[in-house]
């Protein structure tokens, strides 16, 4: 567990092991919402974000959580969406965000 | 007077089976009706509607009125089949009592009358019986031709069938391929061992020499009977199944049998309205999205899937939700709904929290004329809001921007994903929201949040969309435009028009500002922008295609403006449009005289870079 010391935080040391595979339950997310790869990153989805000023909830970080394969911090976030749109209207890449994001919350452990 | 022989057998069984398996089904189906749907149907039993719905089934289900209405070949071509069988089958029970004099005659008797009763000149009025079946079987047959023709241009059109052929479809279309032509050839093979005959199987009668006829005479009633009896068979296991079905659906219809939730397919009305659909494809030509995506998803094929119980998965996402295949859907099969329930069936696993959002502490309340809300996409629009508040002000109407600072969705996205439940709790809280203001009247600028106020929110006051509000505005005198040459194209926005008929009050708004355009596709019929959001999966490019297509049709005659009446809608066409897209409300303000100069400069400028692009 990270601590909290003076507003700044240690994260968790870890490491990516490329001999696990990727699950099958995002193998099947980026099948099912192949855009996801598109994603540059750029942050214009979370900052036109209605949820995300009241949570947790930032797209793009989302995705890198996919890619990461942290199941739970993806469940945690993706629930507080509204599926509103707004993100998908200023993403540059055309990254199917709604469609995403019910996918991801449909994530289970 | 022998009235049997064993030909008629494999007809008489096939026959029997599928009244068999068709009492199986449908008593199954009505077995998931909910009580309150029994006691509707109880109760509706009795009543005109029972009587309006017979008429019903004679104008759709035989003479296909509204097929006809959309597609007068393919309209015909359902007619000929089907009203024309029905007279063949109405005049042999006509033409088998007049002969017998006995109404109880054997099913098969009617049917095969002619080999039974080859000559009938000893009877009088004979010529008019004849007369008129054989003309009811030119109508069939006529029919069959049509249906012939359609399938084999389809293929050497290449034109992409998704509609996988299974077994029992491919049984059924060749036996009703196969009926008719037999019934002719049958019936004149007999007349020209027997004499007799009418205009038709007489003519076809003389070519067949005498001898070889009585010969043979019995082998095509045997075929007859065959594919009769093949067609019957393999009717409830085939789209076919649509033609009784489609007749029972009017009668639960009129008895208002309300949908259940959920996505049941093989279970009360949803069972019979999927298995109604014939397949027509008068669906195709009208989506926006034909020919644009790389898998049709077009209701035709998604209802088709949802029948077979596979493939809907992919298809029921990428549908925009336009509701331009519901508007014309011949056989009134609730589209929309059925695409909620399958999208609520896919994503169920999907759960959602919305307990941080904001609720209705407010300290102080004003009263005011007007709650005005923008919604999630008036964020991306700040241009449209103020042009709306501006107007309301130039009009002296006190109003309050409910949410200008962060605000809640109105829950018809989370509806159009299936999420139901989390929709509610998005719409409850938000309700509160807006009646913690007190005020005369709501209006909204998006046709989204318009739609599921109006049709879900159960508000105290009345809703209107800013179209309707600006309108009234202009007409009660508080807003003054004078009319100018300007060419206006108006783009009806999917939620605002089909969605909630609101057709009249933009329109006026723009024609009190410029010179408004008829379009090749408009008002019902107008294609969507490409980005409604009750599409999940569409991909960008396939979007983008939608889009041009529809900018097209809105630019054809090289509008000045392409006016619209949707922040969605403008945001989406906006990117691709060579000429200035502009809400409605953005016209009117920059139509107001101190602006109008820089307005037509601002038009200038978007033809110019037009040109340079
Ligand atoms: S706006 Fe689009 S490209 Fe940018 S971070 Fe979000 S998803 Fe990725
Ligand atoms: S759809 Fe979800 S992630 Fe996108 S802006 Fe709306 S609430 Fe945020
Ligand atoms: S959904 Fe309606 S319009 Fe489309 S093929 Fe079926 S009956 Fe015809
Ligand atoms: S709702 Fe619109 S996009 Fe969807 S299938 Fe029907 S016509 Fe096509």
Redesign the interface.
Same mark, same amino acid.
């Given at each position: 567990m990270a601590g909290t010391k003076f507003g700044f935080f240690d994260a968790n040391v870890r490491s990516i092991n490329l001999d696990v595979e990727t699950p099958e339950t995002i193998e099947g997310v980026l099948h099912r919402e192949p855009s996801l790869l598109k994603c540059i990153g750029c942050g214009n989805c979370a900052a036109m974000c209605t949820a995300g000023h009241f949570t947790d909830l930032r797209f793009y970080r989302l995705n890198l959580y996919l890619k990461r394969g942290l199941v739970n911090e993806i469940r945690k976030e993706a629930q507080n969406c509204m599926l509103c749109g707004k993100c998908q209207l200023t993403c540059p890449r055309g990254v199917n965000i709604r469609h995403a994001i019910l996918l991801m919350s449909s994530i289970r452990p | 007077m022998n009235q049997y022989h064993p030909f008629i057998l494999p007809f008489f069984i096939g026959f029997l089976a599928m009244l068999v398996i068709l009492f199986v089904r449908y008593a199954l189906w009505f077995r998931g009706f909910s009580k309150e749907n029994r006691k509707r149907i109880a109760v509706g039993l009795f009543t005109t509607q029972t009587l309006l719905a017979i008429k019903e089934v004679g104008a759709e289900a035989l003479l296909h009125l509204k097929i006809y209405r959309t597609n007068p070949v393919l309209g015909f071509m359902h007619m000929s089949l089907a009203f024309g069988w029905f007279l063949l089958i109405l005049g042999g029970k006509l033409e088998s009592w007049y002969f017998t004099g006995d109404f109880t005659n054997p099913v098969w008797y009617a049917i095969f009358l002619r080999y039974f009763e080859p000559d009938s000149t000893h009877l009088m009025y004979h010529g008019v019986f004849l007369f008129f079946m054989e003309l009811a079987l030119l109508m069939v047959l006529v029919g069959v031709a049509l249906a012939f023709t359609k399938r084999l241009k389809k293929s050497i059109l290449r034109i992409k069938n998704t509609t996988r052929h299974n077994f029992g479809n491919k049984m059924a279309l060749y036996a009703l391929w196969l009926i008719f032509p037999l019934r002719l050839l049958a019936e004149s093979v007999t007349t020209a061992a027997h004499g007799g005959g009418g205009f038709l199987t007489a003519s076809v009668g003389v070519l067949i020499p005498q001898s070889w006829a009585v010969e043979s005479e019995l082998y095509f009633w045997w075929a007859y009977s065959w594919s009769l009896g093949l067609f019957f068979l393999a009717l409830p296991f085939s789209r076919y199944l649509h033609i009784p079905t489609e007749m029972v659906l009017i009668f639960l219809r009129r008895w208002k049998i309300e949908p259940a939730s959920g996505f049941n397919p093989d279970k009360g009305l949803q069972a019979f309205e999927v298995h109604s659909c014939p397949g027509c494809g008068v669906c195709l030509d009208v989506c926006p999205a034909i020919n644009k995506t790389e898998i049709a998803f077009q209701s035709a094929y998604f209802v088709n899937q949802v029948r077979r119980g596979n493939g809907y998965e992919q298809t029921s996402?990428m549908c925009l939700n336009c509701g331009q295949c519901d508007e014309v859907c011949p056989v009134g099969i609730n589209l929309e709904n059925l695409r909620h329930q399958t999208r609520s069936k896919i994503?169920n696993?999907?759960?959602?929290?919305?307990s941080?959002?904001?609720g209705s502490m407010v300290f102080w309340r004003e009263t005011t004329e007007v709650v005005l809300f923008t919604g999630?996409?008036g964020?991306?629009n700040p241009q449209t809001t103020l042009a709306v508040k501006n107007l309301l002000n130039e009009a002296g109407v006190s109003f309050i921007h409910m949410d200008e600072e962060? !605000?809640?969705?109105c829950g018809r996205?989370?509806m159009l994903?299936g999420?139901a439940e989390s929709a509610k709790k998005?719409m409850d809280r938000n309700r509160e929201n807006i009646l913690a203001y007190h005020s005369k009247v709501l209006v909204t600028t998006c046709p989204i949040c318009y739609k599921i106020f109006k049709d879900e929110y159960n508000l105290e006051i009345p809703v209107l969309h800013h179209s309707e509000y600006l309108w009234q505005l202009i007409d009660e005198g508080k807003i003054v435009r004078e009319k100018s040459a300007l060419q206006l194209a108006y783009h009806d926005p999917c939620d605002l028009g089909r969605g909630s008929s609101c057709y009249e009050p933009p329109r006026k708004v723009i024609d009190s500002v410029g010179q408004l355009q008829t379009l090749s596709r408009q008002r019902e019929k107008s294609l969507c922008c490409g980005?409604n959001?009750g599409s999940? !999966?569409?991909?960008?490019?396939e979007?983008q295609n939608i889009t041009a297509n529809t900018l097209k049709v809105l630019t054809l005659d090289n509008p000045d403006v392409v006016v619209t009446a949707c922040p969605?809608c403008k945001?989406t066409l906006q990117r691709q449009s060579q000429v200035k897209v502009t809400d409605l409300a953005e016209l009117l303000w920059e139509t107001h005289p101190s602006n109008s100069l820089k307005f037509s400069k601002k038009i200038e400028k978007s033809r110019f870079l037009a040109e340079v692009k």
């Open positions: - | 996402g994503f696993q999907a759960s959602f929290n919305h941080w959002m904001p999630c996409m964020r991306l962060e !605000s809640i969705c996205p989370m994903a999420a998005m980005n959001l999940l !999966s569409l991909s960008e490019n979007r969605m945001k």
